[in-house]
Structure formats: C-alpha cells, structure tokens
C-alpha cells in the first residue's frame, strides 16, 4: 500500500507572521485535534491550507513547505480573496446554512460557486503534484466536494475516499441548490463515501437517485463503469486523551480551583462555538423559564456558558453574540442577587487543560444545538467524567444522538422538553448516573477516533479491491480485443440485443424513446452482411418494435418472448398460444395504484400489462410497487401468470414466456459466435439459456449470470461500432 494522503480545507499547523517572522502552531477545530494522532501513525501527509495569506508567503514558500513537510503536512497556498469568496461566502453563507436546516440563510452567487470550483482546482493540481501510484486519498468536508470527481479525472485509477463531517439536508433542501448535480457527482467520484449518520447517508442516496438516477442496492450506487459505495462512520474522539487528562495534576489543580469558586454549587455547562446552527439562545431562553418554576435552585446552581468566537466579521454572527450578550444579562439581572449570579458567561477559547477540569466540575452538560453532524463536546465530557458521575442532556438533531441513547434527549424547540431535562438531570441518582455513563463510556472507548479512521480506511480499501474485481469482469481493451477478433473469425453470427437501457438510455415514458439515427444507422449495417443475424429482444409492444426496425433486416422479440418476428417474415408469430382473459382481473389492481402514485401509469400490450413509474417520485415508485407485488402474488399463480420487476416497472404476463426461450429460436449448430447484451433480469433468462461460449454483456454493474459488464448504452453502441468497423 502507498502513502495515505489526507486532504481537509486547513492544516493541522497553522502559519502565521508576526512581526516579520514565520511562525507554526497547532490548529484548533475537532478534524485537526481529531486526526492528528492518528495519521503520524502511518506514512501520511496531509494536504490543506496553511492559514497564511499567499502574498505573504512571497520569498518564504520553500522554506514554509519545507518545515511543514518535515511535520508531514503540504500546503495549498490560497490568496485572501479566494479564501473570502469560497470559504467565507460559497461555503459559509451557501452550503453550511442550506446542509444545517437554515435556507432563509443561504445566499446564491455564481461568482462564489466559481470561486468554490476554482478552490477546488487548486486542491487537485496540489494532490496531482505529490501524488503517486497506490497512495490513498481522504478528503474531508463539505469546503471540497467537488474535489473526488476532479482528482478521478485526472489521475490512473486512484482510490478516493470522502467524508462529509457536516449533515447532509434532505431532498427537498438540497434541491435548492442551482449546483446540487455538479455537488452530487463530485462526491460520487469517490470509491466510499462516508457519514456520521444514517439519516444523513439516506439523504445522499435518495439525492442520487432523483438528481443523477442511480439507483442503489445495499449502500451502494453503480454508475458508468464503476460502484460508489456510501456508508455511516459515527466519528469518535481521542477518548485516552481525555480520560488520561482528567486525572493528571495540571487538571485535578484546576479542578480544585472550581470547586472553590462553585463551592456547595451545582454546575450545567455548554461548550460551544460561535454559531446560529448551536441553539444557544433557545438554551438561554430555557435556563430562564427553569430558574422561574425552580426557586429551589436559586443561589444552589451555576450555568457555566462557554463560547468560543466564530466568523466574527460576519453580519449575523455579530448579531448573535449581542443577543446572547444581552440575553444572559436579561436572565443574570433578573434572578441574581448579592454574591450569585446564575450564568457565567465566557466568550474565548478555553485551553485543554481548563476545558477537562470543566467536564469534570460539570454536574450536567446541556448541549442543545439545532443541528449539528455529530457533536464531540457531547463524546468529550462523557470521557472526561471518570468519578462516575455527570448527566448529559442531548439535543435529538445532533449526529451524537444516534449513538448516545442513553443520554437525557430532547426537542431544542420545545422548552418545557429541556426544563424537565435539566429537572431531571438535577435530581438523578448517582446510582443512575453511573449506569447511564458506563454504557456510553464503554462504546465511546471502543469506536475512538483512531478505530474511526481505520474503519473508514479498511472499507475504502475493500472497496477499493471489489472495483479492482469489477474491473476484471467489466469489458476493458484486452476482452473487447479478444471479442472483435472473435466476431471477425466467425462464419455464422448471433447478435442478440435488448432496447431500453442497452441500445438506448431510458427516457421518461416510452413513446420518447425512439431510437437515434446513429443507432438506426449501425443497426442497419450490421444486419446487410449476410453472416450475420441481428435480433432485437425487447419487453416493448409489437407495434413499437415494428414501427421502428420492421423495415430492416433484423429479427425481433416483443414483450419479452410473447411475440416473435424473423427478418423474412411478414407476419408476427406467438412463441406459444396464450390468453389475455386475465387482463380484465388484474387491469383495475394496476389502476388503482397508478392513481395513488403521481406520474406513473398502464401500459397495455397485447399479452402484459406494465406499471410504468419511471417519472413518480422514486422512493413513493418503489413503496407502491412492492405493494402491488404484494397484492398480486395470490392472483398469478391461479392465472398461470407471472410478475416481472424491471427499471422502474411492474410487468405483468404469462407465465412460461421469456426472452430466453425466444432466443433460442435463432441459435442454430451453423452459428459459431453469439453476442448477446442486455440491462435488466429479464435478460438474465437470455444470458442463462445460451451456451457457455456465448458472449454475454450486463448494461450496468449489478449480479448478473452474464460473462462481462459494460458501464452505459453508449458503450454498448461504440463497442458495436467496433464490431462493423472491424469486419470492413
């Protein structure tokens, strides 16, 4: 295996000049503290940006990458403009209030997302400076999600994996966006695609499939000529650090030094940085209403409110640390008197140090935000707390929730639902305590940040190899060589070949399907040579079929072997006698659910009726078609019919009819190369019934009985062109 390379918008080191002088120091943010342990662990280098304006990096950038190479880190330098227009607006003011439930708060500027494009460019031509053969690449977050797609188009087979640390919004929200495709196929340049939750993952999939129309199956998305495999990696926290930290000297000092300013004091605590997605003011406005029902309390309890200082500069920023400024004032001045005032309010980063002696002061930790990806204050204090005791209160829309059931959750929305939290926190036994924390310790201990980052690393590169496999399988240079060579040395030939999805992609319904003139052309072609017989096996109407190809020289299956047609004959032909009779039992079943699913509809052949849903909302599409399987069932096998589930329809036909069998009318002994290429599981009857030395092709990258998979129905059509160019 190569190097891990790990690509976030900064770098763990940040650059600074002061004073004339170049100067390195940690970064804060969760991705840097989080990963920094564990990728000097492998041979990493991490790629971002340093922090330093790039005019002030004039005569110093050799001697910056330098020494940030020597902490394995390598810059991408940024000028302060491209940083304000794709960090500060594109990101901040676009995607982090759309992705967090906030759209009254996004802002859509073309010259911002071209700016956001061209961020992203820099972060490619930086990775494609010192990237090599078998190194693996992790990009993180939502500043470069257009990054996967660029890099995989640049390089040879690179194995790219992406995690989004933020939530992604439902359909509905996402869909707002004027770039939601360009986003959405960044992303899916990606091997593995990762989240905290398995919301957040849904919504991902399900923007997929109505932006892109990929389906998926078990997580993962064939498109082209590869799988994109999406999965949830809840992200854990350096859990040693903490628990290690909130023993140590330094802490237990500080500690000590709490408990005299709060003595005989209970404490709830809030850890959060500057921002409208935290819920801060709703907290407040709660804390209030509980001091005003719990006298009790008054002169017994400490609020202690940290905020850490976040995008200062920014309008509604601003605006919010005045209303938390004059809402803690509000509360303080209503309910303090001589020698205690409810909160204290600090507005500045804490250092580690003072921030575990807080966890381990804290009786409560009250973190509320609106929405948040995951939330590690919450994970932090639960490490923090090794006297056993400490009460968390869990917003229900952070990411942490899923995994920390035995937190106290509430609505942020709903204050009499965080007054009867902070009630109850308040007069927990420690009996309960300590049960509630052992569970949640004992998970946080076993998925820490390191075991995170290696889970997501092992299925990467898992994924990785089943690409390689599907590679194997997929129809590359060396097999398509061997098959034209073949199909140029053969007498007799057979080629066998579905419509929809195969010689032409699916359109929304199907009299908009018509075949191009270029398909038309190639068709024609390769049925003139006299060695050669070309059958078209379709699911299609007769009518259709023969409106389109019935004046070439070509043989055709329709409504998937119910009606046959050689190229010499006038007539059509029935592959067995059958009966429509059904038709008028089963019709009004199929009605029914066309009328409860917006955009789809009956479509009636002579022998099948199909439910069409390719334009229906599809996840209401697939919910009323496995109900209409369902209700069907019992009828199909007192008709002799049965129900055949294809690319966004529900067929249903006689029974015993099948592509397969219909082929087999045109394999003879003379025959001595059969191709045959098909997209959906009723070709699969075809790939089955002929011979193992059939050539056989899948449209796509699902399980399939045939030899080799082709990504796209154009690739179907270039590879047929290839035949007919071969054999002039």
Known sequence: MGRLLIVSNRLPITVHRRRGQLQFEQSAGGLATGLSSFYR????????????????????????????????????????REVDEYYNKFCSATIWPLFHYFPQYASYSQSTWQAYEHANRTFCDAIVEVWQQGDIIWVHDFQLMLLPKMLRDRLQDPTIGFFLHIPFPSIELFRLLPWRTEL?????????????????????????????????????????DRVTRVDVFPM?????RFAAAANSPEVEKEVDELERTFVGRRVVLSVDRLDYTKGIL??????????????????????VLVVVPSRTM???????????????????GKHGVVGWTPITYTYRSVPFPSLVALYRRADVALVTPLRDGMNLVAKEYLASRTDGRGVLILSETAGAAKELGEALTINVNNEEDIVAALEDALAMSDAEQGERLRVMQRRLRRYDVRR??????????????????????????????????????ANRRLLLLDYDGTLAPFASSPSKAVPSQEVMELLSELSSDAGTDVVIVSGRDRASLDGWFGHLPVGIVAEHGAWLKSKEAVEWE?????????????RPILELYADRTPGSFVEEKDFSLVFQYRRSDSRLGELRARELVS??????????????????????????????????????????????????????????????????IKVGFSSTAAHYNIGSPGKVVALLMELLQADE
């Open 184 to 224: 959405i196929e960044g992303m899916m340049g990606a091997d593995l695609v990762g989240f905290h939750t398995w919301d957040y993952a849904g919504h991902f999939l399900a923007s997929v499939r109505f932006l892109l129309g990929h389906e998926s199956w078990m997580g993962r998305i064939p498109a082209g």
């Open 314 to 332: 920014v309008a509604r920023y601003a605006l919010l640390k005045r209303q938390i400024d004059e809402l803690v004032g509000a509360i303080n």
């Open 574 to 586: 029935m592959l067995e006698p059958l009966t429509s009779e059904w038709k008028e039992e089963v």
């Open 236 to 240: 854990g926290i350096d859990y040693a």
């Open 631 to 696: 209700h069907i069932e019992g009828l199909t096998t007192n008709l002799n019919l049965q129900v055949l589930e294809g690319s966004k329809v529900v067929e249903v036909k006689n029974s015993g009819v099948n592509k397969g069998r219909a082929a087999l009318r045109w394999l003879s002994e003379d025959i001595d190369f059969v191709l045959a290429v098909g997209d959906d599981w009723t070709d699969e009857d075809t790939f089955k019934a002929l011979p193992e030395t059939a050539w056989t």
């Open 41 to 80: 662990a492998y041979d990493a280098l991490w790629i971002g940006w340093p922090g330093i304006e790039r005019k002030n990096t004039i005569g110093d950038r050799d001697e910056i990458k330098e020494r940030l190479l020597a902490e394995d880190c390598y810059p991408v330098f940024l000028s302060q």
């Open 452 to 489: 995170w980052a290696q889970d997501f690393l092992d299925t990467l590169t898992a994924t990785s190899e089943s690409q390689e496999e599907l590679r194997t399988r997929t129809l590359g240079t060396h097999v398509r060589r061997r098959l034209v060579k073949s199909f140029q040395q």
């Open 282 to 303: 709703q907290r407040l406005e709660a804390f209030g209403l509980f001091l005003d029902r719990n006298l009790q309390y008054h002169k017994k309890l400490k609020f």
